[in-house]
Nanobody
Framework: QVQLVESGGGLVQPGGSLRLSCAASGRTFGSYAMGWFRQAPGKEREFVAAMSGRGRLTYYVDPVKGRFTISRDNAKNALYLQMNSLEPEDTATYYC????????????????????WGQGTQVTVSS
């Protein structure tokens, strides 16, 4: 497992942008898939975006396609989520997650493969 720390959340108006960051510990960051999930009040945690270890493969949930971009800098042990054209429905606590026990350069869209989670960062989209 690795330790993950998210940052970059905040309050933004509809149509605005935020960039979330996730700092990971360990020296093998580029060997496992990473993902972003979110949880709104009263709702279950849901998948947002994922990226394979080497960064070649990405996947997004339909509501964020074209608005969010996941990226990673393996040299800096960092994962990012650029969020543009934010909507009130994007309001949630955002979590980054790592699938360190899975091999292969792939991504995962369910929670099960992810064995390390950050503490979350709050994103509020409101006027």
């Amino acid at each position: 497992q690795v330790q993950l720390v998210e940052s970059g959340g905040g309050l933004v108006q509809p149509g605005g942008s935020l960039r979330l960051s996730c700092a990971a510990s360990g020296r093998t960051f580029g060997s496992y898939a990473m993902g972003w999930f979110r949880q709104a009040p009263g709702k279950e945690r849901e998948f947002v975006a994922a990226m394979s270890g080497r960064g070649r493969l990405t996947y997004y949930v339909d509501p964020v396609k074209g608005r969010f971009t996941i990226s990673r800098d393996n040299a800096k042990n960092a994962l990012y989520l650029q969020m543009n054209s934010l909507e009130p429905e994007d309001t949630a606590t955002y979590y980054c997650a790592a699938a360190t026990s899975r091999s292969g350069d792939y991504y995962y869209t369910s929670m099960l493969p992810y064995n390390s989670w950050g503490q979350g960062t709050q994103v509020t989209v409101s006027s």
